[in-house]
């Protein structure tokens, strides 16, 4: 395993990370987990219930005694669950509050047997909502964490509305994961070359790096690509394929991170690449754990791998191992220079 | 455009059975998702287009009409799973066919669109592969 010191955050990985490779023929949930023991990619594991559980959340006690010895035979330390709240799962007739708190309550009651100390979802922003989830939080003494994902950044309108409403309920069951996809500093090269060999025009892509590099607010570059695009020629199509680039990647200042870091139960590290040196070529790892160290957390940190929506050129099994020695590097250095 | 899309068809995914074609094809979202969210459906054999409505949708053993999905609110389409699609189009082993597959998958959890026309995002895949008909055996796993 990728062991940092007690005080520092502890690394691990998500299964999601390993999408593509849960589609290869002889893929079973206990050869990856197996696997990844012995590619150390822990402590900390983390996986997607309705990715890596058939039948999530409706799961027999023997499914779980089986998944919690395969989670603590390896050796990992089970972090958090994703979960989802699948509102429109009629297209008719979308969940209501109480149907969401349910959907979701079944999720964490499974998370909490399965030993998973947090949940994790997107949630309905409304007091309301967030004031019965914390019941239900509490109920299940379960950790429930809101990712902060891009496009959104600590101030986006609906974050800043769901800061507000986590102070005034002030909530210990309640936090943020906050993922690195908010703080890029650069579109991720696998996603350009995606697009060169998907056909898309050059031009197309360029104009979409350029409005994504411009110094303005996620809602102003979605509205002035809308505009622009299909001037360019772009189609519906296209116009599809190239929001991937504004929805999936922003562009915060990582050192805004410290807006939250007091109501953090877990940080995903997203990521796209590594370069021949080791480092992401367009995530800011070293600011991101900076950040991440002042604000003294020492929670877990999970290695997501999300290249795959882009290319199968490179394993998810050896993006994960290269990202972890890149942090690992990083926190073990800061460490040592603090107490220098 | 991700690489999942390759995996919607794969190149045994194509059978005869009893004279008509059969297809199998595969999300291409990372999780499972309800039948529900298999919202747009446009076959095409050889060009020409089959209606949904024409479409037998075959999963877990059990057998719906495409405007029967959207109620499938609790048949979970998992990731390593198949679902297979009763094609009214003729067909014998050996043959060779060209399939056409788009693919639309309503995500339920991602909610996008403008304040005043929220909106499940519709995940698209397309697919245009050729392929050579197997034996029924060949398509059973």
């Known amino acids: 395993m990728t062991y940092t010191a007690p005080n ?47 039948g999530w959340p409706h799961l027999d006690e023997p499914t779980v005694k089986h998944v919690r010895s395969l989670i603590e035979d390896n050796g990992f330390i089970a972090t958090a669950m994703s979960c989802n709240l699948d509102l429109a799962r009629d297209r008719d007739r979308w969940m209501d509050e109480p149907e969401g708190i349910e959907y979701l309550e079944a999720q964490i009651a499974t998370a909490k047997r399965l030993g998973f100390p947090i949940a994790k979802s997107a949630i309905i922003s409304t007091e309301s909502f967030v004031r019965r989830l914390a019941e239900v939080c509490e109920r299940h003494q379960m950790k429930f964490g809101v990712e902060l994902h891009s496009p959104d950044s600590v101030d ?11 102070e ?51 809602p102003e570059k979605f509205a002035a690509f809308a505009q622009e695009a299909p001037k360019l ?36 590290a997203k990521f796209y690449g590594l370069d021949e040196q080791g480092n992401e070529p367009s995530i800011d790892h070293g600011a991101i754990i900076d950040v991440l160290l002042e604000a003294g957390y020492n929670g877990s940190i999970s290695s997501e791998w999300e290249g795959h929506a882009y290319t199968d050129a490179v394993s998810g099994w050896d993006m994960v191992r290269g990202q972890q020695d890149l942090m690992a590097g990083l926190i073990n250095d800061r460490a040592s220079a603090q107490k220098g | 455009m991700g690489p999942l899309d390759k995996d919607v068809v794969r190149p045994d995914g194509l059978t005869a059975v009893d004279g008509k074609l059969r297809l199998q094809i595969r999300s291409h979202w990372y999780r499972s998702l309800p039948l529900s969210s298999l919202a747009v459906l446009d076959i ?46 003729d067909g014998e082993p050996g043959e060779e066919h060209r399939v056409q597959v788009g693919l639309g998958l309503s995500i339920p959890y991602i909610i996008v669109g403008p304040p005043d026309a929220r909106t499940p995002l519709l995940a698209s895949s397309v697919t245009d592969k050729t392929l050579i008909c197997n034996q029924e055996s060949g398509a059973k796993r």
């Open chain 1, 8 to 54: 520092l955050p502890q690394l691990g990985l998500t299964l999601f990370s390993l999408t593509l490779e849960m589609r290869e023929p002889d893929y079973s949930l206990e050869g990856m987990v197996k696997k990844a023991a012995e590619l150390d990619l822990g402590p900390g594991i983390e996986m997607v219930g309705f990715q890596s559980l058939r």
């Open chain 1, 156 to 166: 986006s309108p609906g974050i800043m509305e769901l800061r507000e409403i986590f």
């Open chain 1, 168 to 218: 005034k309920i002030d909530s210990p069951w309640l936090g943020w994961v906050p993922d690195f996809s908010s703080s890029m500093h650069s579109i991720p090269p696998s996603l350009l070359q995606a697009h060169r060999e998907s056909g898309m025009p050059a031009e197309l892509t360029e104009f979409a790096s350029e409005v994504w590099n411009s110094d303005t607010t996620m």
């Open chain 1, 233 to 268: 020629g772009a189609s519906p199509a296209d116009m599809g394929k190239l929001h991937m680039i504004l929805t999936m990647h922003g562009r915060m200042d990582p050192r805004r991170w410290a807006e939250i870091m007091d109501r953090t139960v877990h940080v995903h």
């Open chain 2, 44 to 89: 095409a054999i050889d060009g020409e287009p089959v209606s949904s409505e024409q479409l037998g949708i075959g999963y877990a053993d059990r057998s719906y009409a495409f405007s029967e999905l959207p109620a499938q609110t609790d048949a979970w389409w998992y990731i390593t799973d198949p679902v297979t699609i009763e094609i009214p189009r």
